[in-house]
């Protein structure tokens, strides 16, 4: 049973959430502050945590970054429809994804187990624990560890399923819908830059190849490339 943390003000609306998912089979906790919020998440009993950004005091970025600085544990945005800007500092911030409010307690629990099937299932062919090796980049999917010539990669759930995707294709051009749905586990919705975002952070984490050039490379109108010396 997958535990869920859920983290926000809106006590009626938390209420819904965690009878819903309780009633999927999830074992939920609930935090109404950033505060206790962040102390719950950094506990390391949870699979995922669910954070609103519009909370008084501590909101949901500054809370996001809190939880960041110690833990890799995945994180699913809940924002206000529309506002692109909290969306992209959440995904910035190392969030995994988001989903706009008013949203249902169906849509959400889509979304929860769509994450958790990328973090918590290891692809049929990595299980014999064979690295899988591009150029400097070396990752271990059955432990989802990375590394970049020998130095350990601090990524998300979302950036190290991303890159799994792209070290898979190396050398060829993934569209952005196959990145969001074989890295999000959703199709892409229209206007949407999470892909992006998460890709600029990647390109930032990872190093460059012999010629100085990024190793992610965007190819215009294909998608993104991981480039295989």
């Known amino acids: 049973m997958s535990k869920v943390l859920l983290i926000d003000d809106d006590v009626e609306l938390v209420g819904m959430f965690q009878?819903?998912?309780?009633?999927?089979?999830f074992h939920v906790k609930t935090a109404n502050d950033?505060?206790?919020g962040t102390a719950a998440a950094l506990t390391g009993q949870y699979a995922i945590a669910v954070l609103d950004v519009m909370m008084p005091r501590m909101n949901g970025l500054e809370t996001l970054r809190r939880i960041r600085a110690a833990s890799r544990m995945p994180i699913l945005m809940l924002t206000a429809r529309g506002d692109d800007t909290d969306r992209i500092v959440g995904l910035e911030l190392g969030a995994d994804?988001?989903?706009?409010?008013?949203?249902?307690?169906?849509?959400?629990t889509a979304r929860i187990r769509a994450i958790l099937r990328r973090t918590l299932a290891a692809p049929a062919d990595s299980m014999v624990g064979s690295p899988l090796v591009v150029g400097q980049l070396t990752m271990w999917p059955e432990q989802r560890?990375?590394?970049?010539?020998g130095k350990a990669?601090?990524?998300?759930?979302?950036?190290?399923?991303?890159?799994?995707?792209?070290?898979?294709?190396?050398?060829?051009?993934?569209?952005?819908n196959v990145l969001s749905e074989q890295g999000l586990g959703r199709p892409m919705a229209r206007f949407d830059r999470n892909i992006d975002v998460h890709l600029s952070s990647l390109r930032h984490k990872l190093g460059t190849i012999a010629d100085g050039r990024s190793c992610l490379q965007t190819v215009y109108r294909m998608g993104y490339q991981l480039i295989k010396e």
């Open 145 to 149: 560890r990375a590394a970049w010539a």
């Open 97 to 108: 994804d988001y989903v706009a409010k008013p949203c249902t307690p169906r849509e959400l």
């Open 19 to 25: 009878e819903y998912l309780e009633q999927e089979g």
């Open 34 to 36: 950033g505060e206790s």
């Open 153 to 176: 990669l601090e990524l998300t759930s979302t950036e190290f399923n991303l890159l799994e995707v792209l070290a898979r294709n190396a050398g060829k051009p993934v569209s952005k």
